[in-house]
């Protein structure tokens, strides 16, 4: 019964190759993010969608692609990574986008490019 | 624009002493704060929120924060520091867009 879950945990690739990262909420909320929390534990937003809709997109390089096929889901496509890929991907989800809204996160995505 | 400043990447109290964590916050519109606590290898728990009304919100495992706007602060404190309280705690802010900024963490120690 998580509420907010991702796959996979851990993932370890070669630089160049494309990957994707799976986040699922079962919360019935409006609103799904994206985070980066890099190696010294600094969280950013990435991407938002609200309803399917991207409502948040970052200073983010293009190689990274959200998608949200329904409410429930958005799933992040990284093409061509790179070594400062490597990272904790945490996604999150809300009530709403409205701002006094909690956010649920997932357990996190470990990725390690190599 | 929002930000969040954080002072003090660590702190260390020893069990049973007053936990103290700083947040200093801007925005440019009236602010919604939070904090969230991660526990090792884990994601992001809220402690507690202030939106509005009450300036001092008490959250979960007897975490407390007091809004002060007039020093644009939201500090967050425990009377008495259990061991299982020792993880990152994370200050974040949002302001007149959709985005919630996070400070950059405070590490929190507790020793025997």
């Known amino acids: 019964d998580t509420a907010v879950s991702q796959t996979p945990k851990y993932l370890v690739t070669q630089m160049g190759n494309d990957k994707s990262i799976k986040c699922e909420q079962n919360l019935g909320h409006d609103t799904m993010y994206w985070y980066k929390q890099d190696s010294k534990k600094f969280l950013k937003i990435m991407f938002s969608y609200n309803n399917k809709e991207l409502i948040i997109n970052e200073t983010v390089p293009n190689r990274f692609s959200p998608k949200s096929p329904d409410k429930a889901h958005l799933n992040l496509h990284i093409n061509s990574l790179e070594l400062g890929d490597s990272a904790v991907y945490f996604c999150?989800?809300?009530?709403?986008?409205?701002?006094?809204?909690?956010?649920?996160f997932g357990p996190g995505t470990r990725l390690t490019v190599l | 624009a929002q930000s969040v400043t954080q002072l003090g990447s660590h702190v260390s109290v020893s069990e049973g002493a007053l936990v103290l964590l700083r947040c200093n916050y801007s925005?440019?519109?009236?602010?919604?704060l939070f904090w969230y606590v991660q526990y090792p290898n884990q994601g992001l728990q809220l402690l507690l929120k202030?939106?509005?009304?009450?300036?001092l919100v008490k959250g979960i495992n007897g975490f407390e924060a007091e809004f002060k706007k007039s020093e644009t602060s939201f500090h967050l404190t425990k009377p008495s520091a259990h061991m299982s309280d020792a993880a990152e705690y994370f200050c974040a802010v949002r302001g007149s867009n959709y985005k919630l900024t996070f400070g950059k963490g405070t590490l929190l120690t507790v020793n025997p």
């Open positions: 999150a989800s809300s009530q709403d986008a409205g701002g006094n809204n909690e956010q649920f």
């Open positions: 202030y939106t509005t009304g009450a300036t």
């Open positions: 925005s440019s519109v009236p602010p919604y």
